[in-house]
């Protein structure tokens, strides 16, 4: 069952704000990466996108396999508690389904602000199997009530180390939202020993022509889409010891199988930071 069978007219209980008629960049996501949660204005937008630039797909995906191995990565580590900003629509390899396959009793809350995201993730907790994971509604650019809602649901224990996962959410958050502020202000509340996961895009890679194209596509979205370079991608991490190999493409980032030729020209950038 697709989105639009999961809410068609006359099912009860649709939220009232998914606005299908605007595209929303998780359900262009999804489909980037092959779902059926999503829309003919999302479908129709995010091939705008992939028209402007084929690599968005590609792109999708090899952020999706960073994801997998950085939170294995982690789960390694010790780490057995996630706090996941900006999930995303529920697909293969989530966060705690990565980290419960190393750590059977890893905790996980996912936090997003997007209702078409919780109603999706909510209805995947439902099922059996998911252990200690829950999904709660917050948004990023307000980092200190977003902590206030995590601790009320009081599943995450703040003072052993967590992974905090920032996985391609940070690029929708413009300048003036001050993502910087909301990363530090997550980390400041975390203790010695977290982790941070991150990926972020970048326009480093892209003619300023297909740039501006795509961002066009997003301007008319719900959210914008802001490539930062990597050198700002790396502020993000100040503060913080990075893991091997630093801030790369995120095929480059322990790659499981030697990367594609052109995987260092990746419109994404990744890594994992460990808090002193």
Same mark, same amino acid.
């Given at each position: 069952m697709g989105y639009e069978d999961?809410?068609?007219?006359?099912?009860?209980?649709?939220?009232?704000?998914?606005?299908?008629?605007i595209p929303h960049p998780a359900r262009m996501y999804d489909y980037y990466l092959g779902g059926k949660d999503n829309f003919p204005a999302d479908r129709a937008a995010a091939e705008k996108a992939l028209a402007a630039n084929p690599e968005f797909r590609s792109t999708a995906r090899a952020n999706r396999g960073f994801l997998t191995r950085a939170v294995r990565c982690l789960a390694e580590l010790g780490i057995d508690q996630f706090l996941d900003?900006?999930?995303?629509?529920?697909?293969?390899?989530?966060?705690?389904?990565?980290?419960?396959?190393?750590?059977?009793?890893?905790?996980?809350?996912?936090?997003?602000?997007?209702?078409?995201? %919780?109603?999706?993730?909510?209805?995947?907790?439902?099922?059996?199997?998911?252990?200690?994971?829950?999904?709660?509604?917050?948004?990023?650019?307000?980092?200190?009530? %977003?902590?206030?809602?995590?601790?009320?649901?009081?599943? %995450?224990?703040?003072?052993?180390?967590?992974?905090?996962?920032?996985?391609?959410?940070?690029?929708?958050?413009?300048?003036?939202?001050?993502?910087?502020?909301?990363?530090?202000?997550l980390l400041d509340a975390l203790p010695s020993g977290s982790h941070l996961v991150l990926s972020h895009g970048t326009a480093d890679f892209?003619?300023?022509?297909?740039?501006?194209?795509?961002?066009?596509?997003?301007?008319k979205a719900t959210a914008p889409l802001v490539g930062r370079s990597r050198a700002e991608v790396h502020a993000f991490f100040d503060g913080l010891d990075l893991l091997d190999p630093g801030v790369v493409t995120v095929?480059?980032?322990?790659?499981?199988?030697?990367?594609?030729?052109?995987?260092?020209?990746?419109?994404?950038?990744?890594?994992?930071?460990?808090?002193?």
């Open positions: 999961m809410w068609a007219p006359g099912r009860t209980g649709a939220p009232a704000d998914l606005r299908p008629d900003v900006g999930t995303g629509i529920p697909t293969v390899g989530n966060t705690h389904e990565i980290a419960r396959a190393a750590t059977p009793n890893a905790r996980v809350v996912y936090v997003d602000n997007d209702p078409i995201v %919780l109603s999706h993730a909510r209805a995947l907790m439902a099922g059996a199997g998911h252990g200690r994971t829950t999904v709660i509604q917050a948004d990023l650019r307000r980092p200190d009530p %977003l902590l206030d809602a995590v601790r009320a649901v009081d599943l %995450l224990d703040f003072s052993r180390p967590v992974g905090l996962v920032l996985a391609a959410v940070l690029h929708f958050l413009r300048d003036e939202d001050e993502p910087y502020r909301a990363v530090a202000t892209i003619p300023p022509a297909v740039r501006d194209r795509v961002t066009g596509v997003y301007d095929p480059l980032w322990r790659p499981d199988t030697p990367p594609a030729t052109d995987a260092e020209r990746v419109s994404m950038y990744g890594a994992v930071a460990r808090k002193p």
